[in-house]
């Protein structure tokens, strides 16, 4: 592996960075909070620290032929992603990149039924948050298209892992939609996921996109309730799919209906990442807070 460059080196970058050092690749962690510059300087990694929200405060020092993970999520609003952009204009003045790996999402797709996603399924999504991150899939094939730079796209379903479970969630006794009503959805363990990315920078080819999940959808609901289990919590209250809108967050509602089962076997065929959580219930046993 080259060196490596991680732009957005929050919950998933760490680990990322964590495998890296471990290939023995020098890494660079691009970061907006200043307070964690400190700590990731103590752990022997460089460090920069700025903003993509403006062009003219970037920062890429130490990208120019490094292996790049771009993990910033995109502002909210709108249907661009101007950080994404942002980025892209500024690696034209530091040099690009041997690489880039890029963390889409699944919100990317036009499916929202409950059917089965793949690599060639329509892109056309319907939220907001979806338009963003074809958005930054866009600006990122175009900048590796004009400077021949190869590039991979991963499209993550929902990330699970230690300090992201939905504890509060449950405890508040949030409700959610009843089985009956709740489609299928995919979600893929932290760990798994930097395993993934790594992978995606080893052995992915220039252009290639991959759906990444543990290959075991199962209902929103599903998965409450088996963090509730865990928990030795009581399951949440469950209600109709007439009644959800009005008692569910906007957040909680939009998490519900997107609803699509992400084919991952182009995932393990081409990049061969044996899953430490191929379900979600050994996932969220592994995931649970000491104190629990």
Known sequence: MNNVFIAGCGYIGRRVAW??????????????????????KAEGYNVVTCSLDSDHSVVLKGLAGCDLFYMVPPPGGGSRDLRAHNFCRAMEKYG??????????????????????TEYSPVEPATAMGRRRLDAETVFSEYAGHFNVPLVILRVSGIYG?????????????????????????????????????????KGRAGEIFNVSDGRPCSLT????????????????????????????????????????????????????????????SGVMASLPEAV
């Not at 495998?19 to 990731?40: F, G």
């Not at 569910?248 to 393990?268: F, G, Q």
């Open 19 to 40: 495998l890296c050092r471990q290939a023995n690749a020098e890494v660079t962690c691009m970061i907006r909070q200043v307070e964690h510059a400190e700590e990731l």
């Open 96 to 117: 690009p990149p041997a690489r880039i790996v890029y963390l889409s999402a699944t919100s990317v797709y036009s499916a929202r039924d409950g059917s089965v996603v």
């Open 162 to 202: 230690p300090g992201r479970l939905p504890i509060m969630q449950i405890r508040q006794g949030q409700p959610l939609l009843r089985e009956e009503d709740s489609g299928p959805s995919s979600r893929i363990h932290a760990d798994d996921l930097a395993a993934v990315c790594c992978a995606a920078a080893e």
């Open 222 to 281: 599903s998965y409450f309730n088996a963090v509730a289990d865990a928990l030795g919590a009581p399951r949440p209250p469950q209600v109709s799919l007439e009644d959800a809108r009005r008692v569910m967050s906007p957040l909680m509602w939009a998490y519900s209906i997107e609803t699509r089962v992400v084919d991952n076997s182009l995932m393990i065929e081409r990049l061969g990442v044996p899953l430490r959580y191929p379900d979600h219930q």
